[in-house]
């Protein structure tokens, strides 16, 4: 089943994607692999989902908005909490609709690599902001990508920026940039923290205005010495220098093939092959190319090696049975509500460490999740598809809507007893060939 | 603000080393994992001493507690993710050099909690200073591990696993319930997702939502879904037999646990949040430690169980954040001793308060303070021998401008993996530590 070019194919969208439904599978397996994946690389297919979902236009900085009385707080907090979750169900509906997944699939893994939280950054406008950089960039070479996300609002307010000046550096983007974001933990040593912090000093975003300044009295421009270079490191020549070490190319590299493929450390030998390619320019899109044609992509290793993230499973599920995410706003099950009790609030990740992978995901307290939202979403989904097959054909004709190659026995025993297809849809939601990416 | 949990996971491929220095691949690791569970089966193994007696003892209510019993208690540890500020939870009252190196970052010594001659607890701490006063607040200042890494990441996994000196990916409480046989009632973690700390080689904890734990769908679903997580479905590889797993557990756990949340059934009551404050922000570790005390007056089987708080990493303006902080730190725990004080078991329960890494001495600019090393660990509950149990670190002969570790803190697992959980603590750590005096 695994060599079926079908099998293949519905993988490459499960992971480059939000899986296919049967029509798309149906047309790419016609077309074959290759020319598929160039397809979905293409960025000059046109996007009507998209054009229908447009960001919201009408955020507001929240930090201008006077909160001095309890009155006015009150008032505020609701114009926050407002923008924030349409801004999360926004981000949902996009990827609901989206005729070119791949573009919302890599801004959420560069959300989960470059993350910022919307708790602490508490302005709206800068995580869609930072979104669009993921959105516009991220299939773009690295280096010009990680210098915007840098000197962006989202980042500078969620690391500090503001506090690092010279003569007082506050370390805290300095070390995160290169324990998570260019060259990983283990390539560095406190002291190039020290020093690149004072790289970053003076470099600041006005909360009121919003405008990024730099301002000369609190910028060190003395020289620092990072990864044995000294020189007069300013801000952008330290990201610069980060984003092309070759350290970097391996990290992220280890790191892409870790949420598409399955998990490695940088001294797997695959990660040798991609950031082999990642070296020649950094360019993300030839190396997203470079790894879904590994030969090891589509091994029994990948195939087993990654469980859905609780966004793609949501976004995935209405995917697969034609529904949009502003479906529910109203009517439930609300996707917001169900991803926060699987872990994973779009904009919202526990630290700037991102989202951890597959056993993050796995737990009662979520197994019970999953269950509640498969039966809320079998029970609002149009199911004219299934209602019309007897009963025998039933699970193959979930299998088919789903994108998923067959079941194991333990799934069919559970699809076979379940009573209506209603919960039969349920069962094989939560069941492990669905949960697995 | 930001909060800390759970560490990015993409390094799971590295090979665990067991404590008797066995390499696991992930694959034995986690095929490993169906074998401890089977379907939905009382849980008769997992009789907690002295809940049989539970009916006879509750009518007893109002006496006081039993003594602690030595091996036979349950631990409530409780995570403050993002490095607590150490030396302003116990604060140095008389050394100049706390007043002079912290300046308007620190607490003056008038507005302190009066610990002994030499400390005092933060003003927000004032529950914890009357459970002190009552002897039942152990403080064990300046843990740490060697080679402190001032990653959070980092830093947590070595607190999480026990193992300080090379990546193990299983969790101290894990390997323990490895050691003793995983069943999915004995360790609970509250929220939706296990840390580490609770995750071993062949088994992991059971996750409770805060809230209510009831199957939806009615008994047809729940038995549908109890026949497609009845068997291993080994040629799917070893994550899908973790999804099998949590199925079959939380049919399991739920079973017990969702009727008493639920409240209302016989010897049951739900969950008591009376004043716990709405917003969920300042209230999610009050809610979660109501939970816990819910299920030990039920007498649930649970050994171990985990909550936790984030929000602690105050690099700007820390004063108010951290005063806010340990406020809730403060009110929880009050109210959770009290909420279990009258059980008849009150003194087996101990709850271990630990964070990251605390905080550099000298502030930044921003009136806040980066990542530091030792920090302080709270031993808190009513068979708890009160006190200060080791040398305060100090604050004039530092290391890189951090203090310098004078507690292991394998020493503090160690005893609570003896003297709670009545495990040797070779099983778990590879050898015995010095026993610290809290218990």
Same mark, same amino acid.
């Given at each position: 089943?695994?060599?079926?070019?079908?099998?293949?194919?519905?993988?490459?969208?499960?992971?480059?994607?939000?899986?296919?439904?049967?029509?798309?599978?149906?047309?790419?397996?016609?077309?074959?692999?290759?020319?598929?994946?160039?397809?979905?690389?293409?960025?000059?297919?046109?996007?009507?989902?998209?054009?229908?979902?447009?960001?919201?236009? #009408?955020?507001?900085?929240?930090?201008?908005?006077?909160? /001095? #009385?309890?009155?006015?707080?009150?008032?505020?907090?609701?114009?926050?909490?407002?923008?924030?979750?349409?801004?999360?169900? %926004? %981000?949902?509906?996009?990827? /609901?609709?989206?005729?070119?997944?791949?573009?919302?699939?890599?801004?959420?893994? %560069?959300?989960?690599?470059?993350?910022?939280?919307?708790?602490?950054?508490?302005?709206?406008?800068?995580?869609?902001?930072?979104?669009?950089?993921?959105?516009?960039?991220?299939?773009?070479?690295?280096?010009?990508?990680?210098?915007?996300?840098?000197?962006?609002?989202?980042?500078?307010? %969620?690391?500090?920026?503001?506090?690092?000046?010279?003569? $007082?550096?506050?370390?805290?983007?300095?070390?995160?940039?290169?324990?998570?974001?260019?060259?990983?933990?283990?390539?560095?040593?406190?002291?190039?923290?020290?020093?690149?912090?004072?790289?970053?000093?003076? /470099?600041?975003?006005?909360?009121?205005?919003? /405008?990024?300044?730099?301002?000369?009295?609190?910028?060190?421009? #003395?020289?620092?010495?990072?990864?044995?270079?000294?020189?007069?490191?300013?801000?952008?020549?330290?990201? $610069?220098?980060l984003a092309n070490r070759a350290e970097t190319a391996a990290f992220v590299s280890a790191k892409l093939w870790s949420r598409f493929a399955y998990p490695v450390t940088t001294s797997d030998p695959v990660v040798a092959d991609i950031a082999g390619v990642f070296r020649q320019g950094g360019d993300i899109t030839t190396v997203m190319k470079a790894i879904v044609r590994h030969p090891q992509f589509v091994s029994v290793a990948a195939r087993q090696g990654l469980v859905k993230q609780p966004i793609e499973w949501v976004v995935g599920s209405m995917r697969a049975l034609g529904m949009r995410a502003n479906e529910f706003e109203v009517l439930g099950p609300d996707p917001v509500g169900t991803l926060r009790d699987l872990n994973q609030v779009p904009f919202n990740p526990p630290s700037v460490g991102g989202w951890p992978q597959n056993g993050y995901w796995l737990s009662t307290a979520t197994a019970l999740t999953r269950l509640r939202y498969a039966i809320a979403l079998a029970g609002r989904a149009n199911l004219s598809w299934l209602t019309g097959v007897a009963a025998p054909g039933r699970p193959d004709a979930i299998a088919r809507q789903l994108s998923v190659d067959g079941w194991s026995r333990s799934t069919l025993g559970g699809l076979q007893k379940a009573s209506t297809p209603k919960s039969q849809l349920a069962i094989a939601l939560t069941s492990p060939e669905y949960v697995l990416a | 603000m930001r909060t800390f949990s759970a560490r990015n996971e993409f390094t799971v491929d590295l090979p665990i080393t067991c404590p008797d220095g066995r390499t696991l691949t992930r694959r034995e690791v986690l095929g490993g994992i169906g074998v401890a569970t089977a379907a939905l089966t009382a849980p008769s193994l997992l009789a907690r001493p002295?809940?049989?007696?539970?009916?006879?003892?509750?009518?007893?209510?109002?006496?006081?507690?039993?003594?602690?019993?030595?091996?036979?208690?349950?631990?409530?540890? +409780?995570?403050?993710?993002?490095?607590?500020?150490?030396?302003?939870?116990?604060?140095?009252?008389?050394?100049?050099?706390?007043? @002079?190196?912290?300046?308007?970052?620190?607490?003056?010594?008038?507005?302190?909690? &009066?610990?002994?001659? *030499?400390?005092?607890?933060?003003?927000?701490?004032? *529950?914890?200073?009357?459970?002190?006063?009552?002897?039942?607040?152990?403080?064990?200042?300046?843990?740490?591990?060697?080679?402190?890494?001032?990653?959070?990441?980092?830093?947590?996994?070595?607190?999480?696993?026990?193992?300080?000196? &090379?990546?193990?990916?299983?969790? !101290?409480?894990?390997? !323990?319930?490895?050691?003793?046989? @995983?069943?999915?009632?004995?360790?609970?973690?509250?929220?939706?997702?296990?840390?580490?700390?609770?995750?071993?080689?062949?088994?992991?904890?059971?996750?409770?939502?805060?809230?209510?734990?009831?199957?939806?769908?009615?008994?047809?679903?729940?038995?549908?879904?109890?026949?497609?997580?009845?068997?291993?479905?080994?040629?799917?590889?070893?994550?899908?037999?973790?999804?099998?797993?949590?199925?079959?557990?939380?049919?399991?756990?739920?079973?017990?646990?969702?009727?008493?949340?639920?409240?209302?059934?016989?010897?049951?009551?739900?969950?008591?949040?009376?004043?716990?404050?709405?917003?969920?922000?300042?209230?999610?570790?009050?809610?979660?430690? @109501?939970? +816990?005390?819910?299920?030990?007056? @039920?007498?649930?089987?649970?050994?171990?169980?985990?909550?936790?708080?984030?929000?602690?990493?105050?690099?700007?303006?820390?004063?108010?954040?951290?005063?806010?902080?340990?406020?809730?730190?403060?009110?929880?725990?009050?109210?959770?001793?009290?909420?279990?004080?009258?059980?008849?078991?009150?003194?087996?329960?101990?709850?271990?308060?630990?964070?990251?890494?605390?905080? &550099?001495?000298?502030?930044?600019?921003?009136?806040?303070?980066?990542?530091?090393?030792?920090?302080?660990?709270? +031993?808190?509950?009513? *068979?708890?021998?009160?006190?200060?149990?080791?040398?305060?670190?100090?604050?004039?002969?530092?290391?890189?401008?951090?203090?310098?570790?004078?507690?292991?803190?394998?020493?503090?697992?160690?005893?609570?993996?003896?003297? +709670?959980?009545?495990?040797?603590?070779?099983?778990?750590?590879?050898?015995?530590?010095?026993?610290?005096?809290?218990?």
């Open positions: 089943m695994a060599d079926d070019p079908r099998s293949r194919i519905a993988h490459l969208y499960r992971r480059i994607g939000f899986g296919a439904t049967p029509t798309v599978l149906d047309g790419a397996v016609a077309a074959g692999f290759d020319a598929t994946v160039d397809s979905l690389f293409d960025p000059s297919i046109s996007d009507a989902g998209a054009a229908a979902t447009p960001p919201p236009s #009408s955020l507001v900085l929240i930090a201008p908005i006077p909160a /001095t #009385s309890a009155e006015e707080k009150k008032a505020r907090n609701i114009v926050k909490r407002t923008q924030n979750i349409g801004l999360m169900r %926004w %981000w949902l509906d996009r990827m /609901t609709a989206t005729e070119r997944p791949l573009a919302e699939k890599m801004t959420l893994f %560069w959300h989960g690599h470059f993350a910022t939280g919307i708790e602490k950054v508490d302005e709206a406008i800068y995580m869609l902001t930072q979104n669009q950089i993921f959105r516009t960039a991220g299939l773009g070479r690295f280096e010009p990508l990680a210098l915007a996300v840098a000197k962006d609002q989202a980042m500078l307010v %969620w690391l500090d920026a503001n506090d690092n000046k010279k003569g $007082s550096p506050n370390e805290n983007f300095a070390r995160e940039l290169m324990e998570l974001f260019t060259i990983g933990i283990g390539s560095y040593t406190d002291g190039d923290v020290r020093e690149a912090a004072r790289a970053f000093t003076g /470099t600041r975003v006005e909360r009121r205005t919003g /405008t990024i300044s730099v301002l000369a009295r609190q910028l060190d421009s #003395s020289t620092k010495t990072i990864l044995g270079d000294s020189r007069n490191f300013g801000f952008d020549d330290t990201v $610069s220098f | 002295g809940s049989a007696a539970s009916a006879g003892v509750r009518a007893q209510a109002n006496l006081a507690p039993a003594p602690r019993r030595p091996g036979q208690g349950i631990l409530v540890l +409780v995570t403050l993710y993002g490095g607590n500020d150490g030396i302003n939870t116990i604060v140095p009252t008389q050394d100049p050099v706390y007043a @002079a190196v912290r300046g308007a970052a620190g607490i003056p010594a008038d507005q302190t909690l &009066r610990l002994n001659d *030499g400390f005092g607890f933060h003003p927000s701490l004032v *529950g914890i200073k009357a459970l002190f006063d009552q002897g039942k607040v152990g403080v064990v200042p300046g843990v740490g591990y060697p080679a402190p890494n001032r990653s959070h990441f980092r830093s947590m996994d070595i607190w999480q696993s026990g193992v300080p000196e &090379r990546v193990d990916l299983t969790g !101290w409480l894990g390997r !323990w319930h490895d050691a003793v046989g @995983a069943d999915p009632m004995r360790m609970l973690s509250i929220g939706p997702s296990v840390p580490r700390a609770l995750v071993g080689a062949r088994s992991s904890a059971s996750a409770v939502p805060n809230g209510t734990f009831n199957l939806p769908g009615g008994a047809p679903l729940t038995n549908a879904y109890l026949e497609s997580v009845r068997a291993p479905t080994p040629e799917l590889g070893a994550w899908a037999g973790r999804i099998i797993d949590t199925g079959s557990d939380l049919l399991r756990v739920s079973a017990q646990i969702g009727p008493i949340l639920k409240g209302g059934g016989q010897g049951t009551a739900a969950v008591n949040l009376e004043g716990v404050a709405d917003d969920a922000k300042y209230s999610v570790l009050e809610r979660q430690l @109501a939970e +816990v005390a819910t299920l030990i007056r @039920a007498k649930v089987p649970t050994r171990v169980y985990s909550v936790s708080l984030g929000g602690f990493d105050t690099h700007a303006n820390e004063l108010g954040t951290h005063a806010n902080l340990l406020g809730v730190v403060d009110r929880s725990l009050s109210k959770f001793l009290a909420d279990i004080a009258t059980d008849p078991m009150a003194s087996d329960v101990v709850v271990v308060v630990y964070s990251e890494f605390g905080r &550099r001495v000298a502030p930044n600019l921003s009136n806040g303070t980066d990542h530091g090393t030792a920090g302080p660990v709270l +031993v808190v509950g009513h *068979g708890v021998r009160g006190g200060m149990h080791a040398d305060y670190p100090s604050l004039s002969d530092l290391v890189d401008g951090d203090l310098k570790v004078t507690t292991d803190f394998r020493r503090i697992y160690s005893t609570i993996i003896d003297q +709670v959980l009545g495990t040797d603590p070779a099983a778990v750590l590879g050898r015995r530590y010095d026993a610290l005096g809290f218990l």
